[in-house]
Structure formats: structure tokens, C-alpha cells
């Protein structure tokens, strides 16, 4: 039984795939004709009375039917955590996304994240080299 395919509740699977519960909820309220006429993909869900479950193996085929890959979590940082980094207040941060400046950043359902990665290179780009000279 080791094998077997795991099984997540609402919370649990809205952390999994980076979206808020509220959102998956939503998603289950969605009629098939609307999700045909938006072509809109959903996680496939098992309702036992009023719980609801998702097994992992569904939701990992509904982030693979909607080409989103899932970023190893501790990867990811906050605008917060950038903007605490960077020595910036977190106002800025989000103020330079919308402009298109600053730091490549991810759009996780509704949450903003941003690789470390990204940040480093940022960072790297940022970085003048002084020739002094006399």
C-alpha cells in the first residue's frame, strides 16, 4: 500500500498548486458549459459527502494540461523578502514590477513570488565596476 496515490483536502491541494482555497472552490462551481465556452481546465475532485479531495496524481495533471511547472517552494521569496534583501521598502518593489523594472517575477494564481535566482541576477546586472583612475 505504499504506493498509493495521495490524497489532499482543499488546503492542502490550493498550497500544492500555489492558489488560494477560494479559488479552487470556485473552480468546482465553474459549469461545464462555461469551461467550454472559456476553455477552462479544472483539477479533477472526489466529493465524499461534504468533504472534497483531490489526489495528487490529478493535480499533477492539471498543472501539466496547463503548462505550469511548480518552482521548488524554498526557491521562491515574497516582495517583502526582495524588497528586504534589496534594501528597499516592499512599496518600491511592487512599484517597479508594474513598470516593468526590477526584478523577473512569477504569477502563482493570485501571489506574486520571485526566484532567487532572478533576484541574484538582478542583483549581478545592478553591479558597476569602479575604474578609478588618476
Known amino acids: 500500500m505504499e504506493n498509493e496515490d495521495p490524497m489532499y483536502t482543499t488546503r492542502e491541494a490550493a498550497k500544492y498548486l500555489g492558489l488560494a482555497p477560494v479559488t479552487l472552490a470556485n473552480y468546482r462551481c465553474k459549469s461545464n458549459t462555461a469551461n467550454k465556452h472559456y476553455n477552462f481546465t479544472r483539477p479533477t475532485y472526489i466529493r465524499l459527502g461534504r468533504m472534497v479531495l483531490y489526489k495528487k496524481s490529478h493535480l499533477d495533471a492539471y498543472l501539466k494540461s496547463t503548462n505550469k511547472s511548480l518552482p521548488n517552494q524554498e526557491e521562491l521569496l ?26 523577473k517575477f512569477i504569477k502563482i494564481g493570485h501571489k506574486i513570488r520571485y526566484r532567487r535566482e532572478d533576484l541574484n541576477a538582478y542583483i549581478k546586472e545592478c553591479t558597476v565596476q569602479w575604474k578609478h583612475s588618476l
Not at 515574497?78 to 526584478?103: D, H, S, Y
Open 78 to 103: 515574497t516582495t517583502e523578502q526582495v524588497a528586504k534583501i534589496m534594501g528597499k521598502k516592499p512599496a518600491t518593489v511592487v512599484n517597479n514590477r508594474c513598470q516593468g523594472l526590477g526584478v
